[in-house]
């Protein structure tokens, strides 16, 4: 567990690293992505082990799928999905939601190049 | 959901409530759609939930908004059930005893006050999770290690107020509490200890105070909200040497508890540490359909492919020593004179030394791996924890084993065990791991649950904190001169919250008003 923790930290830096590709809405979103879900939901976290095994290690990590959408996260989010268990609007706000989401669909709503 | 009301509310009644709460904390920290419910129930649940369903949830942001709430909810009648950060997994999450309970949300008040590493403290309010205060320290560069229990997602304030347990030596979270900040049923607003006094200097350095000390009466009870708290954290050692050991054979924990009890007794180890069965490894690593399929309780061949496959033994501990490096080396050789002539084996010591990175060392890591068990049948999966208190000595831990691992049998549950040391005491902590929406399964885990607690009582052992499903039937077998515990729990709960309006039910503590609906 704890060279998980080193490897996530790692994981992490290198994300504030691409940050600077992001747009300043994106940086914010992924900021609470890491705050609010990042226990979970980064390399070697719970959730992307659990993703892993249902879906695969390509798609395993939110931050690297392309196919999400706005209203899919929000469902998840707020309902709950398997054994994720659902995250108050006091947890994470709607408007924090929001911004995680824009971020975590980044990819599929950039234009195309 | 939909909505079920407080038992003396009218449907107009609570709508006036809600309409004023908003009138404190503001319409969007009142939460009451069915979505918002939803969010709040059990996610553990055996089941859907249905039985313990709040009406709504309200997330106030200071003292002062707290005491406007109350007041509101003692004239209304309105129930309110505090939650730190709602994370308590396992025993409930965040929903009530009593569906129709209005969740009082206390995330939002999540500063933290003061953090003093002269003297080893910090001051926090209960939204303050174990990640917040971890990266605090880290990003400040405070030299004080937290003790954090499996599932960190949670409230530091919530989780020693449970009672949890984290695995340094101040794994033992409600003694470390020094100093509450409450505010009463009443809205009045109590500091315990020293804290009492104005000005007072010393309240996170003495746990008294003058004349009773009430803290404990706040930790796993109804009586009052703590809004803040002193907790001391531990100065950062020299080093530490940390052993992972292995015991092959089941019978094993025989000559292992006692040997380990007099290690933990004269403060060899100085730490709680879980003491698990071979299931701890293969939860959270595999699920259970990669070993078997078949019907009722994994057979003991089983275990022993997973105990080959991880190379594991059937038991598995970590000890680790803090300190001076000279003292833990010689406490090293304290433990391999114990343990060693039983394992006929070398114990392997790995070393830390302060400035090193403290993943490698006995530091206190929030995580929240352990969750992964959840998934163990697949599914929506959940767990609950029975948790009773022994001695810590070997021939009684052994029966207990046996006696234990033959009713998982019976119900046809996996057994997931841990005999967790504590100083003079062991946590027998017996997880029954399920899938949520699999109604023979959650039946025979409720059934094994309720056989666990009559057979434990009958033993003369109780539990040390439970599920909101089963308070009731908890709090019955602590019994002596019949029920005399419960009825002064009850007295003091009249006197202090006679319109029974905060967390009806929990641990077992009804209000005068409420009490049939005690299970």
Redesign the interface.
């Known amino acids: 567990m704890r060279i998980i923790f080193a490897l996530a930290v790692a994981a992490t830096l290198l994300s504030v690293a691409r940050a600077a590709e992001l747009t300043p809405a994106q940086v914010q979103g992924q900021q609470l992505f890491r705050a609010r879900c990042g226990y979970c939901h980064l390399f070697g976290g719970t959730g992307t082990i659990m993703l892993a095994r249902r879906l695969g290690d390509k798609d395993s990590l939110l931050e690297n799928r392309a196919d999400l959408d706005a209203g899919y996260i929000r469902t998840v989010v707020r309902g709950g999905l398997r054994s994720m268990p659902a995250l108050t609007r006091v947890e994470v706000t709607d408007a924090e939601l929001a911004a995680i989401a824009a971020y975590l669909t980044r990819a599929r709503e950039a234009p195309a190049q | 959901m939909k909505l079920i009301l407080p038992p003396e509310a009218s449907a107009q009644a609570f709508d006036r409530a809600l309409e004023r709460f908003a009138g404190v904390v503001g319409k969007?920290?009142v939460?009451a759609s069915d979505?918002?419910r939803?969010?709040?129930?059990d996610?553990y649940a055996m089941g859907d939930g249905s039985d313990h369903v709040p009406a709504a949830?309200v997330?106030p942001q200071s003292v002062e908004e707290i005491q406007a709430l109350l007041r509101i909810a003692n004239e209304l009648r309105i129930p309110l059930w505090p939650v730190s950060?709602?994370k308590n997994?396992g025993y409930g999450?965040?929903a009530p005893v009593m569906s129709g309970t209005v969740v009082l949300?206390l995330?939002?008040m999540r500063r933290i006050l003061e953090v003093n590493d002269k003297y080893g403290y910090c001051v926090i309010e209960p939204g303050v999770g174990f990640?917040d205060l971890f990266q605090y320290l880290r990003e400040q560069k405070i030299p004080l290690w937290m003790s954090v229990p499996g599932n960190?997602?949670g409230s530091v304030i919530g989780n020693a107020l449970e009672r949890g347990i984290g695995y340094t030596p101040y794994g033992d979270n409600t003694s470390k509490l020094c100093g509450l900040e409450v505010v009463l049923p009443s809205g009045e607003l109590v500091r315990t200890g020293m804290g009492a006094m104005s000005g007072a200097k010393s309240w996170q350095h003495y746990q008294y105070g003058f004349g009773p000390a009430w803290d404990q009466l706040f930790v796993q009870s109804n009586f009052g909200i703590v809004t803040r708290a002193g907790l001391w954290l531990m100065p950062e050692p020299e080093a530490t040497l940390r052993a992972r050991v292995h015991l092959p054979k089941a019978d094993d924990i025989g000559w292992a508890i006692d040997e380990l009890a007099r290690l933990r007794l004269r403060n060899v180890i100085e730490h709680t540490f879980v003491f698990g069965n071979y299931l701890h490894d293969a939860s959270v690593f595999s699920?259970r359909e990669q070993w078997y399929q078949g019907p009722g309780a994994l057979p003991d061949e089983v275990a022993e492919r997973m105990m080959a496959h991880y190379n594991i033994g059937w038991w598995n501990f970590s000890l680790t020593l803090y300190g001076y490096p000279e003292a833990i080396r010689a406490h090293a050789q304290v433990v391999r004179q114990a343990l060693e002539p039983h394992l006929g084996q070398e114990l392997e010591f790995d070393s830390w030394h302060r400035g090193e990175?403290i993943?490698?060392s006995g530091a206190g890591?929030?995580?929240?791996?352990p969750?992964?068990i959840?998934?163990w049948r697949g599914?929506?999966?959940?767990h609950i924890g029975f948790s009773p208190v022994m001695p810590p000595d070997g021939q009684l831990a052994l029966q207990r084993f046996h006696r234990v691992k033959a009713l998982y049998a019976k119900h046809g549950m996996d057994y997931y065990t841990s005999f967790t040391m504590g100083h003079r005491h062991i946590n027998n902590v017996n997880l029954i791991i399920y899938d949520r929406d699999d109604p023979a399964m959650t039946q025979s885990a409720q059934a094994l649950f309720r056989e666990l607690i009559a057979d434990a009582a009958h033993e003369g052992y109780g539990e040390y904190r439970t599920h909101i499903s089963f308070m009731d039937d908890v709090a019955q077998t602590f019994d002596f001169n019949n029920h005399a515990l419960l009825k002064l729990n009850e007295t003091v709960k009249d006197a202090l919250d006679p319109h029974g309006i905060l967390a009806p039910g929990k641990s077992g503590i009804w209000p005068r008003a409420l009490r049939g609906k005690r299970t």
Do not use: C, K, S
Not at chain 2, 38 to 41: G, P, S, V
Not at chain 2, 365 to 369: C, E, H, R, T
């Open positions: 969007e920290w939460l979505e918002d939803d969010t709040y129930l996610a949830a997330a950060r709602g997994l999450a965040a949300d995330g939002r990640f960190a997602w699920q990175p993943e490698g890591i929030p995580g929240v791996l969750l992964q959840v998934n599914g929506r999966g959940g």
